[in-house]
């Protein structure tokens, strides 16, 4: 069974860290772009950050660059989301997603991909 496990959210102080994971099971993550998305209450899912099956190529959303770093380990089946001096309006739900295209691309929209994680709640409040 294909799945996508998601890990590392919690309750954060603003200006605080999170690193959040996203382990595959299944199926190994060599051959797929991976994209972190986050929802929050009442607002559209965005793209976060992306990184190609490659690793050679990354995206970060405006609201983020130079505070979340997407880096993967291919040995562990694992990619990562480094979060640092988070903001209140970084508070959602975050969700991993695998997609198949693989290549040296990686898109934000969240059609471009096929598996996607059950999520892991991010609350930046003092």
């Known amino acids: 069974q294909l799945q996508l496990v998601e890990s590392g959210g919690g309750l954060v102080q603003p200006g605080g860290s999170l690193r959040l994971s996203c382990a595959a099971s299944g199926f190994t993550l060599d051959y797929y772009a991976i994209g972190w998305f986050r929802q929050a209450p009442g607002k559209e899912r965005e793209g976060v950050s992306c990184?190609?099956?490659?690793?050679?190529?990354?995206n970060y959303a405006d609201s983020v660059k130079g505070r979340f770093t997407i880096s993967r380990d291919n040995a562990k089946n694992t990619v990562y989301l480094q979060m640092n001096s988070l903001k209140p309006e970084d508070t959602a739900n975050y969700y991993c997603?695998?997609?198949?295209?693989?290549?040296?691309?990686?898109?934000?929209?969240?059609?471009?991909?096929?598996?996607w994680g059950q999520g892991t709640q991010v609350t930046v409040s003092s």
């Open positions: 997603a695998a997609g198949s295209y693989g290549g040296f691309v990686c898109y934000s929209h969240p059609g471009e991909y096929d598996y």
């Open positions: 990184i190609s099956a490659s690793g050679g190529s990354t």
